[in-house]
Structures are given as C-alpha cells and as structure tokens.
C-alpha cells in the first residue's frame, strides 16, 4: 500500500480504500461533520460509522461539505442490535439512509452477532438477519454486505447456510491483540479484516517498545500501528477529530516495517481486549 487511495478488493470485485476514516464516540453535529470533512480533506475515501454511534446525521453532513463525488467515497455503516431480524433490517437500512442523507451505502454490516448468553436460538436470529443482507445486497442500498465482531464459530454457522459470503469482518485487532485464528479464517474464505482500535484505543501510544521501534523510523507510535495492520493484510479504521492526528494517522506510506520489526511488534506484551467479547454482550 502506497497512498490512501490504494485499495483492498472485496469478494465480490469491489475495491475499498486501504484505510477507513472512525467515528465511534464522535458526538453527532458540528463534531462529526467536521472531523469526516477534515479526514476527506487529508485524503481519506474511507468512512466508518455505525446506527448505534447517534452520529449518521453528522457523518452525512460532513461528506457533503466535503464535496467530493459521492461516486469516490466509501462510506460504512452499521445494523445495531435491536434491529436483528428480516423485516427489522430492512427498516433499519432505510433509517440510516436516510439519517445519513445517501441514496446507498458501500457497506453494510451486522454490529454483534446475537450470542447464546441471549437467545437459546442465536444462529437462527444471526441467519435471518444475514438473509435481509442479502436482500440489502440485491436491492443495490449496499454495494458490499459484511459483519462486524463476528468470531470463527459464528462465520462457519453463517457461511454454511449463506448465499452469499460476507465481505468483511470489522474486529478489535491491535498489537497486543491479533485475533490470530479469526483473521486466518477470514483470510482462508476471502472475508477482509478492518480493524477497529487499531491504538487499542490509546492504551498502546505509551508502551516502551512500540515507542523504541516506532522511533527508528522517525513515527509516532499510532503511525506504527497503523502500518502495523497494513502489513498484516488488515485494514485500520483509527479516529481523531483532531485535525492534526487526523492528517498523522494518514502518514503511513513512507516507511516499511522490517520482518524483525514486525514480529517484535507480535510479541509485544499482551493487551487485554479493550472492547467487549462477542459471546458476552448482553445487549
């Protein structure tokens, strides 16, 4: 990857840019439009949010400020989990456009999957929701259908009775935390990795060690991070609405890892997961 506007190529041809813009936690207004206005200013074609996030009519906001084509970006958002089922996600697809002001999204994903500790019929409710996916899919309101914090155990019970294959995955990956096993089922099947918290959510920018590799290459400990991801073959979604971390985060393509590097940065000193695990979610 040599620019923001390289790109990864999902499952069904479409290509999506090798780093996306977050919003979670951004406050909705003026916050959220001027972030994502100032990311796509910076470069970014890339933007995350999600229907849980309350932040859809901002995000909007700030892409048409932007104005750039609409045609040149890709924008993400997400089903929460209230709206699980067919006929819910069909509803909760339309809300979103229409909070965000866009005629379709690129991609649409499932937030969570539902978990045993909530419904003894779990894997039907996740498939019903996947079957109005795909409906989304075909309706062209996305371009690309994915999941989010969906782990092996709930893509092999999907992916066995989907007609379609999701195209993405977006899970909590950071150095500390490599979700090994399920990126290498998403690589084995075709699935994209994004990867949210990709600075574990701040928790790494003070390690020593990243802080020590990150200096023999003149960055800061969130431009390795980044480049980190990128050279694991997943795609980081970091946030900021500082305009000048905004713009850091995109300086990652003048510097390579070195094959030394990167396995000090697998090994460094285990962060425990900073989000919530998916087999746990009570909501």
Not at 1 to 23: Q, R, W
Not at 194 to 204: C, D, M, V
Not at 218 to 240: E, H, M, Y
């Amino acid at each position: 990857m040599n620019s923001l506007f390289d790109t990864f190529v999902l499952n069904n041809g479409l290509k999506i840019p090798c780093i996306g813009f977050g919003t979670w936690q951004t406050p909705n207004g003026k916050v959220a439009a001027d972030s994502v206005a100032a990311a796509i200013k910076a470069g970014y074609r890339h933007i995350d949010t999600a229907a849980v996030y309350a932040n859809e009519e901002g995000v909007g906001e700030g892409i048409r400020r932007s104005e750039v084509e609409r045609e040149k970006l890709f924008v993400t958002t997400k089903l929460w989990n209230k709206d699980r089922g067919y006929e819910n996600t069909l509803k909760a697809i339309d809300a979103s456009l229409l909070h965000l002001g866009l005629d379709y999204v690129d991609l649409y994903l499932i937030h969570w999957p539902a978990n045993k500790k909530q419904f003894l019929n779990c894997d039907e409710i996740n498939l019903d929701t996947w079957r109005a996916m795909e409906a989304v899919y075909d309706s062209g309101k996305a371009r690309a259908i994915g999941v989010s914090n969906f782990l092996v155990h709930h893509l092999e019970k999907l992916i066995g009775k989907a007609k379609i294959k999701p195209m993405t995955d977006q899970i909590e990956f950071h150095p500390g935390y490599l979700q090994e096993d399920t990126v290498s089922y998403c690589k084995r099947n075709g699935i994209i990795v994004e990867a949210y918290s990709p600075l574990g959510t701040g928790k790494l920018l003070g390690d020593r060690e990243l802080k020590k590799i990150a200096s023999r290459y003149d960055k800061s400990v969130a431009q390795l991070c980044i480049r980190f991801a990128l050279q694991k073959g997943v795609l980081p979604l970091p946030k900021s609405v500082n305009p000048d971390r905004i713009k850091e985060n995109a300086d990652v393509f003048d510097f390579i890892i070195s094959d030394e590097d990167m396995k000090l940065i697998e090994n460094v000193k285990k962060l425990s997961k900073v989000g919530c695990h998916p087999d746990e979610v009570t909501w």
